[in-house]
């Protein structure tokens, strides 16, 4: 059964850093492209970045360009997101999700399969 599990999240200072773990059962990361999404209160689910695993190809969106990384451990079938120099704007759940191949934009209603959100807050 396909899943994705994620785990990290939680409170932190602006300015500080975070990583979320998105584990994927069931599914060969070399197929599929996984992405990561927010919903800020209020506001429609926005792409923040993605990872095609097969050959590394890496997008982000403006707002997180420079202070976002992903990355992927095949072995632990496992993508992460590294947020660094966090913002009060960041404050959202955040899903990872995946999708078969390479996506054509960074957006929700491309990706088939999704984690269970987890809710990151930046705040003093």
């Known amino acids: 059964q396909l899943q994705l599990v994620q785990s990290g999240g939680g409170l932190v200072q602006p300015g500080g850093s975070l990583r979320l773990s998105c584990v994927a059962f069931?599914?060969?990361?070399?197929?599929?492209?996984i992405g990561w999404f927010r919903r800020a209160s209020g506001n429609e689910r926005e792409g923040v970045s993605c990872i095609s695993t097969s050959d590394g190809m890496t997008d982000y969106a403006d707002s997180v360009k420079g202070r976002f990384t992903i990355s992927a451990d095949h072995a632990k079938s496992t993508v992460y997101l590294q947020m660094k120099t966090l913002k009060s704007e960041d404050t959202a759940v955040y899903y990872c999700?995946?999708?078969?191949?390479?996506?054509?934009?960074?957006?929700?209603?491309?990706?088939?399969?999704w984690g269970q959100g987890t809710q990151v807050t930046v705040s003093s």
């Open positions: 999700a995946a999708a078969l191949g390479k996506p054509a934009e960074l957006v929700a209603n491309e990706y088939d399969y």
């Open positions: 069931g599914l060969n990361l070399d197929y599929y492209t």
